[in-house]
């Protein structure tokens, strides 16, 4: 059974910082091509970064700079590093596995709950 869950969210001021993790079981870690997404209120859902099994990264220019995300290939482990938060940040925030065949994610977490606000 797969599952990818993810911790860490929670509560801060604006300029504060948290760390994202999403621990995966049931896949090969280290094949897949993991992400970081987010969904606001009303909005849809929005690419925030990935990581290749290379460790290349991407990530939206609007978020460049502030966001870094990263992999633990012995723990099955990505996660995602958020500086400088702002109210906009506010969302649930998701992590994704996706095969390197696949134009899109296979896998899901069930996301965790950032807010920003003073």
């Known amino acids: 059974q797969v599952q990818l869950v993810e911790s860490g969210g929670g509560l801060v001021q604006p300029g504060g910082s948290l760390r994202l993790s999403c621990a995966t079981s049931?896949?090969?870690?280290?094949?897949?091509?993991m992400g970081w997404h987010r969904q606001a209120p009303g909005k849809q859902r929005e690419l925030v970064a990935t990581?290749?099994?290379?460790?290349?990264?991407g990530y939206p220019d609007s978020l460049k700079g502030r966001f870094t995300i990263s992999r633990d290939n012995a723990k099955n482990t990505v996660y995602l590093q958020m500086n400088s938060l702002k109210p906009e940040d506010t969302a649930v925030y998701f992590c994704?596995?996706?095969?390197?065949?696949?134009?899109?994610?296979?896998?899901w977490g069930q996301g965790t709950q950032v807010t920003v606000s003073s």
């Open positions: 990581i290749t099994t290379g460790d290349t990264t």
């Open positions: 994704s596995a996706r095969r390197p065949v696949s134009g899109s994610p296979n896998y």
């Open positions: 049931g896949i090969i870690f280290s094949i897949y091509t």
